[in-house]
């Protein structure tokens, strides 16, 4: 059984206290990391303070050096730490090690982008002020605290860590309960790269008991927070004077309409939809279609859907077991909603425990819960609707506004529809998806405030520092 602990000030902390990991393909323990308790974290805080102002002062490139060594122990140990999260979450292992390796392109890229982070500078003549130069600069906001989820265990959590330290700021880090395995390696990893002590601290122990201690200490500047609505709503409700990132939920919908791609615009759907299991903020998850079209495109989908392999994150099958029990039972209420109000279950509806198998449901109507709410699991609803006005109606009443995907070959229609879409961003003729991690990454409504991506979190976990001559 694997046992890491949460690091401290450069220490790894042993306070005879631990939590359980466990593994949802076996649903018996894949390990265990400190259980932390309130000084523990309070602990956190006071050395992410005290390494701050000297941590900031080291110059840029120095900064950036360190960050390298880290990025490096992450490259020397990729196959461990796909090894330890395909366990911990059951995610794929060739897919967990590519989210290893897109999480070191990440380091790199934003290494390259910070040094490209200049100050402003501005006369203010067109103001009437002369003798005027003020200088901006980008200075560190302070301690960092990052949250990431459950579902992205070493991507998440390193887009925040790395552009919060290459910028001056210290860091404390929690991951997800079901992620704290490769979250406490990650500390490890930061003692071997020799990061300065107290710039990077992992805080380890259950959301529940220790979520409230976590975000309202007072050391902190800034919260870079992904993770659910519900959480990401409670933090926002603590209504503290922090800076907030928040990257949450979402109910992304896909527009089709034309009939002119429909086998490109199934292998999108599909891809979209049952990546990891469906467990993507990202994910496809309900389709908006004509009646007259849905009835070419349910018979595509469902036979992409129908060779999905259903198993072992170690064998790499397409769908794994989805993360418990608890959020497995979720998935299954919304079925069985959909289904005693009249919808048309096309494949799937098959459970062993956790592991559910890939869900069609056709017909389904704006009353059921599937057609609103986010499952977090393998379930696409389709719902037919006959008016690209209805459709644009649909999609916006949903509370959620993080991506939407329209599916349409003329160009004009596509970009006027997509226009029209309150979501962080519109995909034309692609599915909805973070990347590439260059782009700016947003959520509107419930899913989100503030922006992600490389060059908005070096901004975001920055803020100007004005330094005005007179001459
Ligand atoms: P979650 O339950 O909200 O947990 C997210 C993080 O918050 C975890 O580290 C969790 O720790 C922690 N937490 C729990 N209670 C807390 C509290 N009271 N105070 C502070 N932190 C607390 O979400 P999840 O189940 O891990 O992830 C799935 C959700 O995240 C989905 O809704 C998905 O759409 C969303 N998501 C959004 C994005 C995006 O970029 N928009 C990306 C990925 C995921 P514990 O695990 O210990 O409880
Ligand atoms: O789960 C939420 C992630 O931010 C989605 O990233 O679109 O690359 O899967 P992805």
Redesign the pocket.
Known sequence: MREFKALINNELIDNGQW?EIIDPTTLQPAGRVTALSAQDIDNAYKAARASQKAWEEVELLKRMEYVKSFRNEIEKNKNEIAQIMSEEIAKGLKESLGEVERTIEIIDYTLEEAKRIDPLAMTGEGMGAKNKIGIFSRVAKGVILA??????PIN?AVAKIAPALVMGNTVVF???????LTGAFLGQLALNAKLPKGIFNVVT????????I??SNKEIDMIS????????N??RKQGSSTDLV?????KDPALVLDDKNLEKYADEIIGGAFGYSG?????IKRVLVSDEIADKLSPLLKARVEKLTVGKPSENANITPV?DLK?ADFIQGLIDDAKEKGATILTGDKREQNLMWPTLIDNVTVDMKVAWE?P?GPVLPIIRINSVEEMIKIANESNFG?QASVFCQDISTAISVAKQIETGTVNINSKSQ?GPDCFP?L?IKD??EGV?GIREALLSMTRYKGLVINY
């Open positions: 939590l949250i990431s989820p459950f579902n992205y998440l929690k991951p997800a309960t079901a992620g704290s122990g259950r959301g529940r008991e220790i979520g409230d976590i975000t927070f992904t993770g659910s609505v519900g959480i990401g409670q933090i928040l990257e949450l939920g979402g467990q993507r903020c990202t994910a993360i959020s986010e977090f993080l973070r990454f959520g899913s989100g992600q």
